[in-house]
């Protein structure tokens, strides 16, 4: 799933308006730690924007990490940490209050899995530690709780919305798959059936205008028959090129299709297939591309390997079919099909490998 589609969810607009909101929760205590104390202006004021600058982050961060990937969920962590321990060196051990809403935000950042969970704990833990060294045993252990289950709660919160985008997009390559295969049932009927009888129209006008030819004889109604059976051929060859031409755009190739169609034909081959379960992580314009490949390297599989396993990996550049068959000796192997694909991928900057595959078998691999 990408970042870009977590971010269009409810997740990170939620967090953006639940996070504004309970900003008002900081106002009185704010006031009471940092404006109803005996301190200097200077220090009033850089206690103050302490906080405001810890605040914008715990607004901003989480959402921006969503939009981004794990690498800036961690950065934005490091960030609220650091942020969060400036605030407490100038405040004091007053402001360990704010780690609720550090806790808070440090679930919702794009963290890898678990991560969040141990550090809420820790932070649970280093809170609880230090609220017992000040003697204050009852508040020591009230702030790790609230600490602990809110941020779980936030933790578990942020996994359901991960989940949710996940089976959205899973639904939305469930569709296009239903889409392509549909497509490709009319695309075959439409040629099995209108191709099939503008075929024998054609021939039966060509053979009928033959068959004039032979009578002999100048009448004006021969001429006139024989041009219009010319012209019933020339308009069945053109009404079978604009099948043919539409049949072509009906068969628009596109990994996804393809992916599909491969685990089909794999299973009624009774060839063990290791599929990818997603092909989000190609981007749109190798797509195409990669479906020829996929195409190409699976009939290979199911006609000339003799395998039993097949395995295809795909990456943001790359695409990889091997099987466990007799291996790239075998023949049919080096025929058209293979040479269209490495003039599809030449033609895209790519290379094409081909050599034995660690299964033991027949290795296609093709890297843009």
Not at 51 to 68: D, E, K, N, T
Request: net charge neutral.
């Amino acid at each position: 799933m990408t970042s870009k589609a977590m971010f269009r969810g409810p997740g990170p607009r939620g967090w953006f308006i639940g996070a504004g909101l309970s900003i008002l929760l900081w106002a009185w205590p704010t006031w009471n730690i940092v404006w109803s104390v005996d301190e200097p202006l200077a220090w009033k004021m850089a206690a103050s924007a302490s906080l405001i600058v810890f605040f914008g982050a715990y607004v901003f961060l989480p959402q921006v990490s969503w939009r981004l990937g794990v690498r800036a969920g961690i950065v934005s962590v490091c960030i609220l940490l650091a942020l969060n321990g400036l605030m407490v060196l100038i405040i004091g051990r007053e402001a360990l209050w704010t780690w609720t809403f550090l806790a808070c935000a440090i679930a919702m950042t794009s963290l890898p899995p678990r991560t969040d969970f141990f550090l809420i704990v820790a932070l649970a833990l280093v809170s609880f530690a230090t609220q017992l060294v000040t003697g204050n045993g009852e508040q020591a252990l009230l702030q790790a709780g609230i600490i602990l289950s809110l941020g779980l709660m936030m933790s578990a919160f942020a996994r359901l919305i991960r989940q949710t985008a996940r089976l959205r997009e899973a639904q939305t390559e469930l569709a296009d798959a239903a889409v392509a295969a549909e497509r490709s049932r009319v695309a075959r009927d439409m040629h099995d059936i209108l191709g099939h009888s503008l075929t024998v129209i054609a021939v039966k006008a060509e053979l009928a205008g033959r068959m004039l030819e032979t009578v002999h004889g100048d009448h004006p109604a021969r001429d006139r028959a024989a041009a219009e059976i010319s012209a019933v051929q020339d308009l069945a060859r053109g009404a079978l090129a604009d099948v043919r031409a539409t049949v072509a755009g009906y068969r628009g190739v596109n990994v996804l299709a393809e992916l599909a169609v491969a685990r089909t034909a794999l299973e009624s081959a009774g060839i063990d297939a290791e599929l990818p379960g997603t092909v989000e992580q190609v981007p749109p314009r190798h797509r195409e591309l990669f479906g020829w490949v996929l195409r190409e390297g699976i009939t290979n599989v199911v006609r000339h390997s003799g395998a039993a396993r097949c395995r295809v990996q795909l990456t943001a550049s790359s695409v990889l079919v091997e099987d466990d068959g007799v291996g790239p000796a075998s023949g049919g192997r080096s025929g058209n099909g293979l040479a269209g694909i490495r003039e599809r991928v030449g033609a895209a900057g790519g290379t094409v490998n081909i050599g034995p595959s660690d299964l033991g078998g027949f290795r296609l691999a093709v890297e843009v």
